[in-house]
C-alpha cells in the first residue's frame, strides 16, 4: 500500500521521460521545474561546431551581443536573430554562422557588418605580420606615442629587431607582434618567455644612454589571437605587458579598436583583397588613412558610384 504523502501532484514531462514530485518536494518544485525546463532549452538547441572542431550549443546571447557591438539596434537584432534561428541546425560551424550574420547585415548596413567582421579582419591582414605591425603602431598613435616600425637596435649583448618602438614623454614601448592566420593558434609561455629575455638586453642598454635619460621602458607581446593560461601568468609576474583580441579585459585588442574608431581596411566590402594588398605595401592599414588621403581611393580606379558606397562605408565606421 503506497504512503500516504507520495502520490505525485505534478508531472513533467521531459521527451520522452516523465517526472513525478511528491508533496513533501513541493516547496522546491518551482525551482525544479525551472532546471528541467532549463535541460529541456539544452537539449532543443542545435550544436554548433566551433573553429577547434569541439562542439557546444549554440548560444542566441553571445549572437546578440556580436551584434550589439557592431552597432545594431534593437530591431535589427532581433531580425536577425530570428532569421539565423530558423536557418541553423546541428552541426553547422560558428564560420557559416558568422557568415550568415554577415550577410544579413550587410543588406541592413554597411558599416554594421563591417564591425561584426572585425576579427576576421583583422587576420586577413597577414600573411605577413608586416601590416599587423604597422597597425598597432597606428593604435598607439591614436593614444599619443610618438611610433617607429621594424626597427633593429642594440641591446647590451646583441643586436634584435623591435616590431614596435611607441614613445611618449615618460615611457617607452618595446613591442613585439605575434600575428597568426588561424584563430586556433595561440601564443604559449614560451612566448614571452622568450620576449622577456630580448626586453631585458634592450632595456640594460638603453637605461644607460643619455638620450633615453628619465625614460622608463616596458616591453610588450601583442597577439590578434589568444595568449595560454600560463603565458598570462607569467607576463604578470614579471612585469611584460600582454595584449591579445581579448585580453586584458576591457581593454583588449578589440576595446581599443572600438574605442578609437581604428577600423582596418580589411574591414570594407567595397574593395577586393587585391586593392587591400595594394594599400597595405603602401602602409595604408587604416579606413581613417583613407579618409585622410582620398588620393589613395582615385587611385583604385573604381567606378563613381563603387566609389561613393566605399566613402560611406568608412565614413559609417570611423564617425558613428
Not at 149 to 158: A, K, M, R, S, Y
Not at 176 to 185: A, M, P, V
Request: hydrophobic share 35%; glycine share 6%.
Amino acid at each position: 500500500m503506497a504512503k500516504e504523502n507520495s502520490k505525485p501532484i505534478k508531472r513533467y514531462t521531459r521527451k520522452n521521460t516523465c517526472y513525478y514530485l511528491e508533496k513533501k518536494d513541493s516547496k522546491h518544485r518551482n525551482r525544479i521545474f525551472d532546471k528541467l525546463k532549463k535541460a529541456d532549452k539544452m537539449q532543443n538547441t542545435p550544436l554548433i561546431k566551433k573553429a577547434s572542431g569541439e562542439t557546444e550549443p549554440f548560444s542566441q546571447e553571445k549572437l546578440e551581443i556580436s551584434l550589439r557591438r557592431a552597432g545594431a539596434g534593437k530591431e535589427t537584432i532581433t531580425q536577425v536573430v530570428n532569421e539565423i534561428k530558423q536557418w541553423i541546425q546541428d552541426g553547422v560551424s560558428t564560420h557559416k554562422i558568422y557568415t550568415k550574420a554577415f550577410d544579413l547585415l550587410q543588406k541592413k548596413k554597411g558599416g554594421m557588418a563591417a564591425r561584426y567582421k572585425l576579427k576576421k579582419a583583422i587576420m586577413e591582414l597577414g600573411p605577413t605580420g608586416f601590416p599587423f605591425e604597422h597597425f598597432i603602431g597606428q593604435i598607439m598613435k591614436h593614444q599619443g606615442f610618438e611610433v617607429k616600425t621594424g626597427q633593429v637596435i642594440q641591446g647590451h649583448c646583441v643586436q634584435h629587431e623591435v616590431d614596435v618602438i611607441a614613445t611618449n614623454h615618460e615611457i617607452q614601448y618595446l613591442m613585439e607582434c605575434k600575428f597568426h592566420n588561424s584563430q586556433e593558434k595561440i601564443s604559449n609561455v614560451q612566448v614571452p618567455l622568450y620576449i622577456r629575455s630580448r626586453m631585458d638586453d634592450i632595456i640594460q642598454k638603453r637605461k644607460n644612454e643619455p638620450e633615453f635619460n628619465g625614460l622608463k621602458f616596458q616591453g610588450w607581446v601583442v597577439t590578434n589571437t589568444r595568449f595560454s593560461a600560463d603565458a598570462m601568468q607569467y607576463g604578470k609576474c614579471s612585469g611584460l605587458k600582454l595584449l591579445s583580441w581579448d585580453y586584458p579585459e576591457n581593454n583588449s585588442l578589440k576595446d581599443l579598436i572600438e574605442e578609437y574608431r581604428i577600423f582596418p581596411i580589411t574591414t570594407l566590402a567595397h574593395i577586393t583583397q587585391k586593392q587591400k594588398i595594394m594599400l597595405t605595401e603602401k602602409g595604408i592599414v587604416l579606413c581613417q588613412q583613407l579618409l585622410e588621403e582620398k588620393h589613395e581611393i582615385d587611385a583604385l580606379g573604381l567606378a563613381k558610384p563603387k566609389k561613393q558606397k566605399l566613402l560611406e562605408e568608412i565614413e559609417a565606421l570611423c564617425k558613428t
